[in-house]
């Protein structure tokens, strides 16, 4: 496919940031990365941007791929079948411009090979760093990789109705627009429309003004030329649209996003967020719902089968409350 026909249609879970956090620590897990889509929004109001801190300096600091006894040495995800990395590397990517952002991630539009696609960067909790002296996994990208590895094929459409996934991408810099006409953004100092790159990566900042004796900003810096963070490349979102009110008594709607989420529990994955509408988008071109957004998704491995089971079925009768009693199986 080529670049012509792939339009942004991204970002749409922004709104649901502060749900999924709260989600997340009722549920005891790590603090880290988070979510939104893959669908374009409008250009947002400029907003003064306050300086940031980033944390107190820790002298115990490690590179991500270095942790002792870590899963990320080598790069490998917690119940993943089989890993699958990006065609193309760091130094091969254009990022074109920013198509969506909300509290725990960022999407990118970007151009490797010729043609474009989603690339969708997990922010890490700004507390995690000074936590026994070393950066934590992202919850947020470790659940959404295992998902889309999961339901996808190198090679054939995805298994399940979702994004076509392309696999990850390591980065030894702060990712930043670079296209053509674009302005080079500093790393560690905001000015007043124009925010510093590093609070692009961490969410639940601290307003300390100092960062120049911070361990985000050692990390950040990546002298060592570790991986420090690493993104999902999925296909942009084509002619989708949220569901909305009216959709509400449509039986084929309302089957189509139950036959999807029963398509995804059959590969042993929950979504994790079905109650948010917005992770549910109806194509208009396949006439179905593309369930978008696994960063809360949970594997079967992982929880064992009684509870995948019972979480499974909450998940179904979840989707069918968003539409009027009475739809049923056909």
Partial sequence: MGSDSVSGTASIAAKADNARTSSHLK??????????????????????????ILQPRDSNLQPLDQLPGSKLIPLA????????????????????????????????????????FALKVH??????????????????FESEHDAYTRLSSPSESPVAPIPKYYGYVKFTKLPQVNGPGSIPRKLFKSTTY??????????????????????????????????ILRGLVFDEVVGARHIC???ASNPDIARSGREGLEAVHERGVLHGDVKNQLNAMFSV????IIWMDFSMGEIKTNIGNTRFTRKASQEIRDWNRCFKAGIGRS
């Fill in 77 to 116: 995800f917690a119940g993943s079948d089989t890993p699958r990395k990006f065609e193309y590397s760091e130094s091969e990517i254009k990022i074109l411009k920013v198509i969506g952002s909300g509290d725990h991630s960022v999407v990118f539009r970007i151009a490797a090979g010729g043609r474009t």
């Fill in 194 to 227: 124009r925010p510093a790159v590093y609070t692009d990566f961490l969410m639940g900042r601290g307003h300390n003004e100092s960062i120049y004796h911070d361990t985000w900003r050692d990390y950040f810096l990546n002298k060592s030329g570790h991986c």
């Fill in 245 to 247: 009110d009216s959709d």
């Fill in 285 to 288: 071109l396949e006439k179905r």
């Fill in 27 to 52: 549920r005891e897990r790590v603090q880290n990365e988070g979510d939104e889509s893959i669908a374009s929004v409008p250009r947002a109001k400029r907003q003064r941007v306050n300086p940031h």
């Fill in 123 to 140: 922010k890490y909790n700004n507390k995690a760093i000074s936590e026994h002296g070393t950066p934590k996994p992202n919850i947020f």
